[in-house]
């Protein structure tokens, strides 16, 4: 018996909703969507759901009854497994091509893509900011204490100085007032 040198392969088959039932709300218009809200690739057409903001799969693209695959809300593996009841077999209308698809997100992009922030690099410090951050890093409450301790003498006698009234018209710092009246005269014509 002689072996056969033709490879077998599947036949093509129409992709299929597999389930009948069909969600009672009006069907999904996918140009009401955002072109980076669904993909129309034939690979993977899928869309994000409206009601729960997870993406999910679109079956029979190229038949009557296009519709939203009945999915869970939430993360796979993470979230609880809770049904979307909103979105899961929702009818959709796909009335975009996949050329026109695809235009709308380049466009988009690069409507978008100048609006990109920069890498924000840190600003350098010049050596003196360094040293100060490094002594005020180093320092301990102790050694705070210590510092105020030695401090504390002079703005002791500051506070006296604050305090004292000066005796008649003489100030304790700085330059006398003057008590006569200045009159300047204006020359003559």
Known sequence: MSASTLERTARPRRSRTRSRTVNARPALVISTLKPHQYDLRPACASLICPDCKTWVPITG???????????????????????????????????????????RLEDGHAETGHRRS???????????TDRTLRARAERTLAGRAADWN??????????????????????????AVPLDTLHPQRPAR
Do not use: I
């Open 61 to 103: 693209l190229g038949t009557k009854t296009t519709k939203v695959v009945p999915h869970d809300t939430g993360r796979a593996g993470k979230d609880a497994a809770v049904r979307c009841r909103l979105g899961s077999n929702r009818l959709v209308t796909v009335n975009v091509t996949v050329k026109k698809w695809q235009e």
């Open 118 to 128: 920069t890498t924000v690099l840190p600003k350098a410090f010049s050596p003196q």
């Open 150 to 175: 030695a401090v504390l003498p002079r703005v002791a006698a500051a506070d006296k100085n604050r305090l004292a009234v000066p005796a008649g018209d003489a100030l304790t710092e700085g330059p």
